[in-house]
C-alpha cells in the first residue's frame, strides 16, 4: 500500500469511527473533473441517521450527514514535508465540509462538489464566512443548489434560501488527527436574504446562537421561512443583540485561535434560559 492509498484509508477511518458508516454500506459518491485532477480521490459520504447507544464515541443523530472526504488528503510526502516546515499543524485544506439535512436527498452532494470546485480554483472558505447561495426546482421536481446571486446566474429560486455559513460542527465536536496532520468539519448552514443581512451587521456566531435558540441549529431546511417573520424570534435576536460585547469577544477568540465553541453555544442557549 502507498503513501496516498495508506494515509486515504486512515482518513476514512476516523470519519467513520466518527460518524459510522454510509448508506449503503461502503458507498460514496465519486467527484471528477474534466478540465485537469483538482483534488483526487475526493467524493461525498451520505452518512445516515444514527441510533443513540451505549458507545461513548459514537453520538446519536436524527439527520442525514453529507460530508466530503478528499480536502484534508495530501497528494505526497512532499506535500506533508512542506506544509509542517512551514509550521502548519492541519493538513492539507484543514477541513472537510458537510450539510446537515433531515432526509436522504440528492442536492447536498452536488452542492459540495461545486464547493470543492471553487476551493481548487482559489476560493477561500473559512470558518465563519458566508457566501451566497440558493436552490431551484428542476423539471422533475428535484432540488439543486447553486452559489451566487439568481439575478445574475438568471436563475428562478426556490424557497427563502439565499446564503450559505461555514462553522465547525458544534456537536458531536471531533478533532481529527491523522499522520498527516489535523483538520475539521465545517458545516454549510443556509440562511435567507434577512438572516444574512444581521449577520453581516454582526457576526456568524450572532445568527448562530439564534438558530441554535430556534431548534434549527446547523441543520439546513430548505423550505424554512425566515426566523425574523417571527415575533418570539425577533425578540431573542433583541436579547441577543444586547449581550453583544461578550459574544463579539467570544466569537473573536474562537475565530482566530480555534477554541471550540460548541460549549461556549451551549451555555449561551442555558443562560437564555435561565436569565
Known sequence: MNFWERTWEERGDVLKLAYGDTSPPETVVSFSWRDRIRCPGACALPLPPIEASRDPIRHRRDDWLYLTMGLSQPLDRKQVKAEREAGKSYSSYGFELGFIVPDQCDWPADALYGFVTHITDGV????????????????????????????????????????????????????????????????????????????????TAHLLLLLCRSGVGQRTLVNRKCLFDSPRWQDEWDKIKARDPALNQTASRCKIRRFHFGATILCWCISFLIF
Open 124 to 203: 477561500e472558505i473559512k470558518w465563519g464566512d458566508r457566501f451566497a447561495f440558493g436552490f431551484t426546482e428542476q423539471a422533475d421536481g428535484s432540488l439543486a443548489g447553486f452559489t451566487g446571486h439568481p439575478e445574475q446566474l438568471g436563475v428562478t429560486p426556490f424557497g427563502s434560501i439565499r446564503a450559505v455559513f461555514f462553522w465547525r460542527y458544534l456537536f458531536p465536536d471531533w478533532d481529527f488527527v491523522t499522520s498527516t496532520g489535523k483538520f475539521m468539519v465545517l458545516i454549510a448552514t443556509v440562511i435567507t436574504e434577512r438572516e444574512w443581512q444581521v449577520a453581516k451587521e454582526t457576526t
